[in-house]
T-cell receptor
Framework: GAVVSQHPSRVICKSGTSVKIECRSLDFQATTMFWYRQFPKQSLMLMATSNEGSKATYEQGVEKDKFLINHASLTLSTLTVTSAHPEDSSFYIC?????????????FGPGTRLTVL | AQRVTQPEKLLSVFKGAPVELKCNYSYSGSPELFWYVQYSRQRLQLLLRHISRESIKGFTADLNKGETSFHLKKPFAQEEDSAMYYCALSPPAAGNKLTFGGGTRVLVKP
């Protein structure tokens, strides 16, 4: 149980276009979803936290208008990278947690590799 | 702000040898601490958390508040332990947000 999926797994886009990444909790209702970014050979950096039905909370230094997060339902959150540029190329990982799990454990998706040309 | 440091980027040990992954943290209060593991071509998954005081797959981790450390240990490493290991911290009342260390790659040689 507690499976999180991401779609797409890989995406290549041209500079200036927008890309949407979906994060779904498949067998539970996620009260909170998190979005991380991971550069090659580096650790995960939390970008934002989103709770269903409310605005996402962004970490310091993360541009809200650049990385749009929507958490419209208890099983889906989306991250849209607007006007993507090569420096946005990275591995984006989401995680989800639900109230009632032991210490609100986070369950991670497999990640989405974004390459901006 | 909190910080998690994993000083070793790579640990290479032989099968059957002990392995210890170091994790030091900086936080003024009493955070929750975790170890996450990522096996090759798999997603990140929770290995263990300090609050549970559990042993998973032979791994244990002891929280030392005096030294602000949460080192991960296994007395006899197995080849299937080869993976990337991340230490993570979550401050209390932070909505279970995680701050990750830089990660340590463990390679267990036959």
């Amino acid at each position: 149980g507690a499976v999180v999926s991401q779609h797409p797994s890989r995406v290549i886009c041209k500079s200036g276009t927008s890309v949407k990444i979906e994060c779904r909790s498949l067998d539970f209702q996620a009260t909170t979803m998190f979005w991380y970014r991971q550069f090659p050979k580096q650790s995960l950096m939390l970008m934002a936290t989103s709770n269903e039905g409310s605005k996402a909370t962004y970490e310091q230094g993360v541009e809200k208008d650049k990385f749009l997060i929507n958490h419209a339902s208890l099983t889906l959150s989306t991250l849209t990278v607007t006007s993507a540029h090569p420096e946005d190329s990275s591995f984006y990982i989401c995680s989800a947690s639900y109230s009632g799990s032991f210490y609100n454990e986070q369950f991670f998706g497999p990640g989405t590799r974004l390459t901006v040309l | 702000a909190q910080r998690v440091t994993q000083p070793e980027k790579l640990l290479s040990v032989f099968k059957g040898a002990p392995v210890e992954l170091k994790c030091n943290y900086s936080y003024s209060g009493s955070p929750e601490l975790f170890w996450y593991v990522q096996y090759s071509r798999q997603r990140l998954q929770l290995l263990l958390r300090h609050i549970s005081r559990e042993s998973i797959k032979g791994f244990t981790a002891d929280l030392n508040k005096g030294e602000t450390s949460f080192h991960l240990k296994k007395p006899f490493a197995q080849e299937e332990d080869s993976a990337m290991y991340y230490c993570a911290l979550s401050p209390p009342a932070a909505g279970n947000k995680l701050t990750f260390g830089g990660g340590t790659r463990v390679l267990v040689k036959p």
